[in-house]
């Protein structure tokens, strides 16, 4: 077995979710959300970290390396798992960092995930959205939506990715994943063909830049269903960031076909879990006639929060009442309820309006 491959196997074995790889340390993994250094480790040299890096690759991704000195790809390992890596430079010397991916796919009540997920991915038409940062569980949360919408619908599902993640089978769809840098060169060239493949659904892996934000949108309007990520952390900040994407001069234009094209975002963040693991904080804004009219004026943008927050019928909550739900249930404690909660104090008063006990206002620090 390839040295990789046993660092792959022994993270793999303790649960770790990353596996982080830098000259000068020793490796480092990442265990229900903390990073942990593996002292026990030899610390790495710059040979034997570029020689970890390249018995992953094949020539075309060698040569990619070693032209644009970054590079993402997917690494298979029989028996163990599937990895996303991203191999890259710093001061000179080589860097990893690899993901575990669940090729197990989970269905989306089993992951915690609060029931509008799965009306959302039962959308015939417009644009969904799942954002958080690295690590807040975006990927496997598209996936369990794919997979229910594979046994629940015929159609044809189109993902373009980089690098594939989760592999689908066919099911009640037919299923054709595209790689970034494999089966085509960019996200936008895939966009611009994409509606030629007579799709019911389109999974955009990331949209990262003006030329992608566009295509998505306008495939969403032609009638597909387009599922996509972002790198925001809420539901507003989303929608900035989208309508940043563009000159000022189609701001406007763009709220208004993101407001007729958007059906929902879904940000989440992965929180330490009394029980041991983690457990998911999802705020979800659905579209409503108050929301469509909040993103078309950006006078009032800011005033999606307080709609998510009176939007209960319609699915909608905020990550507060998300943190607040979950600290009721015991399944998260007030420190991290606190460190996660977008006001502290205020997350404070809506505890103590809870009921809690004197004894446990005490020991979690409300009073």
Sequence with gaps: MAEIDGLLKMMTDNGSSDLHLK????????????????????????????KLATSMMDERQKSSFENHRELDFAYSLPGVGRFRVNVFHQRGSVGMTLRRVTTERAGIESLGLPPVVRRLAEEPRGLVLVTGTAGSGKTTTLAAMIDHINHTREGHIV???????????????????????????????????????????VLIGEMRDHETVAAALTAAE???????????????????????????????????????????????????????????????????????????????????????EEGEYYGMQTFDQSLLSLYSQNRITMDDAVA??????DFKIKVRALGVTAEQATQTGIY
């Design 23 to 50: 000259v000068g340390s020793p490796p480092a993994v990442r265990l229900n959300g903390r990073l942990v250094v593996l002292r026990d480790l030899p610390i790495l040299t710059p040979e034997a970290t570029s």
């Design 159 to 201: 993902t373009i990715e980089d690098p594939i993640e989760v592999l689908h089978q066919d099911a009640k769809c037919i299923i054709n994943q595209r790689e970034i840098g494999i089966d085509t060169e960019s996200y936008a060239d895939a966009l611009r063909h994409v509606v030629r493949q007579d799709p019911d659904v």
């Design 222 to 308: 032609i009638g597909n269903l387009v599922l996509s990520t972002l790198h925001t952390i809420d539901a507003t900040e989303t929608i900035n960031r989208i309508i940043d994407f563009f000159p000022p001069y189609q701001q406007k234009q763009t709220r208004l076909m993101l407001a007729s094209t958007l059906k929902g975002i879904i940000s989440m963040r992965l929180i330490p879990s009394i029980n041991g693991g983690l457990v998911p904080a999802v705020e979800v804004m659905v579209m409503t006639g108050t929301i469509r009219e909040y993103i078309m004026d950006s006078e009032k943008t800011y005033l999606i929060r307080d709609a998510m």
């Design 340 to 345: 996660m909660a977008g006001n502290a104090h």
